[in-house]
């Protein structure tokens, strides 16, 4: 269909009064119906929705009853069945008016008043439609970090319990320090949020029990059906707390979650190396890893700060993760975040650590974009993280999502990071992929079935999400 965009002079005679609409109209009768042909050669067919014109398309919109005329007028409908059909008349008018927004946001077109006032309205229900679908889909979330979905009212109530405990406590409160609605911390703000607040904040036993808690019941809330939740275990010298405790802790927390009869989102975790460990270090926490296997440890990551890494090689790294793969633990990395740390050395001797997924995978130049095809590797997408932390260049309708996806090469998962810092849910990593790259409720689907093969838990696993995901399909008539 040709594309013309209307100009203000153009769409004039739609929206303004009688006297200029009767141009359109063969005589007074056809404008008091509103139903007759306009003069000149235009056509439409509603069937298939094709118009000769958009001036036809605009103006076949205008409202509802419009339509009923003009069926009626074709001899479609007689009184009776107008006055019986008018929900259908209804739907078929929001039809138009959604096809006409979708084609405007494709920057085909731009809408006339008369039709972008009821517009905004469809708009509006639409969205929340699209929310609600998309909160409903049971979702499968492979990269998040414990500690940074922990959300702000959460460390709230761990600051006003610790200040209970102990007046004298040298931290302010996290309300003042991450304020309500601020999620532009970019790469060099990011960790020292980390390193030099929740962590001291979360510190103890019950602080940690109670956050995890918190940050299962928030992903389950928002429709998740299985979670790969991750942390880079840590040791606490103020309180005591090993990095084996703490590992233990977020296990316990975690089965404790799943003993609730009502509970039926699967969780199991992923231990991080953090990118300026020493090769000791990242064999320690392999060999945790490693160690508390049978109580849900499924795979290893590698991430912290890609700005801080002690002389941009990773090579020490290769043995690590060698050793978590001959254990059977998943390995997934943390790829091409920012430019500094993703020259095509780095990244080949990341992928020399053969991952079966990686995360962000930013800056990536043709050969090792062509090299992660070759591999059809699945690759964790955080698209709220990316944007709000300026780690790419532009907005959400700038995002590499969109090349990959054109692409089909690889299974594309979409993932939160920190949603704590960031304030974007998985559910709302959906809608962000519908709305700005036009994905359908199917394809939404698909997206989330896709992510069923990359997880690290397990084909029984497997097996139970994609009996989950194909009833609620057939439950939602997709
Ligand atoms: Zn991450």
Redesign the pocket.
């Known amino acids: 269909m040709e594309c013309t965009c209307l100009s203000r002079k153009e769409v004039k005679p739609f929206v303004s009064q009688k006297k200029e609409r009767m141009d359109y109209y063969d005589n007074k009768e056809q404008q008091r119906e509103g139903v007759g042909r306009r003069k000149g050669d235009g056509w439409m067919n509603w069937e298939s929705w094709e118009f000769s014109s958009w001036r036809d398309a605009i103006l076949s919109c205008l409202t509802p009853s419009a339509y009923g005329k003009r069926w009626k007028a074709e001899g479609r409908l007689d009184e009776e069945e107008l006055r019986s059909c008018r929900p259908r008349l209804k739907q078929f008018w929001l039809e138009t008016v959604e096809h006409l927004l979708d084609l405007q946001a494709m920057s085909s077109i731009h809408l006339c008043s008369a039709v972008a006032q009821p517009a905004v309205v469809v708009m509006s229900v639409k969205m929340e439609e699209l929310e609600v679908f998309c909160k409903q889909l049971p979702k499968i979330e492979l990269?998040a970090?414990l500690s940074g979905s922990i959300t702000r009212e959460c460390l709230h109530e761990i600051y006003k319990k610790r200040k209970e405990a102990e007046p004298s406590i040298g931290l302010e409160d996290p309300m003042i320090v991450i304020p309500p609605g601020k999620v532009d911390y970019d790469l060099e703000t990011f960790f020292p949020l980390f390193s030099k607040y929740i962590y001291q904040l979360c510190n103890d036993v019950q602080s940690v029990r109670y956050s995890t808690k918190r940050v299962l019941q928030d992903f389950e809330a928002d429709g998740v059906a299985y979670l790969e939740l991750r942390t880079t275990p840590r040791e606490f010298k103020e309180t005591g707390m090993s990095k084996e405790q703490y590992v233990e802790t977020v296990l316990e927390s975690i089965e404790q979650y799943e003993k609730d009869a009502s509970t039926s989102m699967k969780t199991l975790l992923l231990l991080s190396v953090d990118r300026r460990d020493s090769f000791q270090k990242a064999l320690g926490c392999i060999d945790l890893a490693i160690r508390y296997k049978h109580r849900g440890v499924v795979g290893v990551d590698l991430?912290g700060d890609p700005l801080r890494l002690q002389k941009g090689d990773v090579t020490i790294f290769r043995e690590v993760f060698a050793k978590a793969r001959e254990n059977g633990l998943g390995v997934t990395l943390?790829f091409a975040e920012a430019a500094k740390t993703s020259s095509d050395e780095e990244l080949l001797v990341l992928l020399s650590f053969k991952p079966g997924r990686i995360?962000?995978v930013i800056h990536v130049s043709d050969a090792i974009r062509t090299e992660i095809s070759k591999r059809k590797l699945a690759l964790e997408l955080?698209i709220s993280c990316n944007v709000h932390a300026k780690m790419i260049t532009g907005s959400f309708q700038d995002h590499h999502f969109r090349d990959w996806w054109v692409e089909k090469q690889c299974p594309l998962i979409l993932c939160t990071?920190?949603v704590g810092v960031f304030c974007s849910t998985i559910s709302n990593e959906y809608v962000i992929v519908a709305q700005h790259f036009g994905l359908t409720r199917l394809q939404l689907w698909e997206l989330s079935f896709q992510t069923i093969d990359p997880i690290f838990g397990g084909e029984e696993e497997k097996m139970r999400l994609r009996n989950l995901m194909v009833s609620w399909r057939e439950g939602n008539k997709l």
Do not use: E, R, V
Request: proline share 0%; with cysteine; charged share 20%.
């Open positions: 990269h970090h991430c943390h995360g962000h955080c990071d920190d």
